[in-house]
C-alpha cells in the first residue's frame, strides 16, 4: 500500500510559482504505481491536472494546462512533484496526489490518496 502526503502549498500571487511535493511512506514501491494531481475548487467537482507513469517515461498533463504545470517523480526519494508556473486566481483549489495500477483520468480509478494541500492564488 501507499501512504500519501502533500506539502508545498500556500498563497502565492498571479504569475508566481509553486511546487508540491507527494512523499510516499508506506509499504509499496511507489515506482510500481501510476501517480497523478487532482484539484478540487470551492463548489467545483474534483478535476484531473497530470499523470506520470511509474518509470516517468510516458505523461499526460490536462490540455489547457500545458506549459504551464510539469509533473514529475523520483524514485528513489519516494515523491512525486507538480511544478505550477504563471498561477492564476483559477488555480485557486485544493490539490491532491494519488496512485493507481490504472491507466485513467478519473478519480475513481486511483486507490490512493493523501490528504490535499491548499493553493490559494491571488490576483
Known amino acids: 500500500q501507499l501512504h500519501l502526503v502533500e506539502s508545498g502549498g500556500g498563497l502565492a500571487q498571479a504569475g508566481g510559482s509553486l511546487r508540491l511535493s507527494c512523499t510516499n511512506s508506506g509499504r509499496a514501491l511507489m515506482e510500481d504505481y501510476i501517480m497523478a494531481w487532482f484539484r478540487q475548487a470551492p463548489g467545483k467537482q474534483r478535476e484531473f491536472v497530470a499523470r506520470?507513469?511509474?518509470?516517468?517515461?510516458?505523461?499526460d498533463v490536462k490540455g489547457v494546462l500545458k506549459g504551464r504545470f510539469t509533473i514529475s517523480r523520483d524514485n528513489p526519494e519516494n515523491t512525486a512533484y507538480l511544478e505550477m508556473n504563471n498561477l492564476k486566481p483559477e488555480d485557486t483549489a485544493v490539490y491532491y496526489c494519488?496512485?493507481?495500477?490504472?491507466?485513467?483520468?478519473?478519480?475513481?480509478?486511483?486507490?490512493?490518496w493523501g490528504q490535499g494541500t491548499q493553493v490559494t492564488v491571488s490576483s
Open positions: 494519488a496512485g493507481t495500477f490504472h491507466v485513467s483520468r478519473a478519480a475513481e480509478e486511483y486507490d490512493y
Open positions: 506520470i507513469s511509474g518509470n516517468g517515461g510516458i505523461i
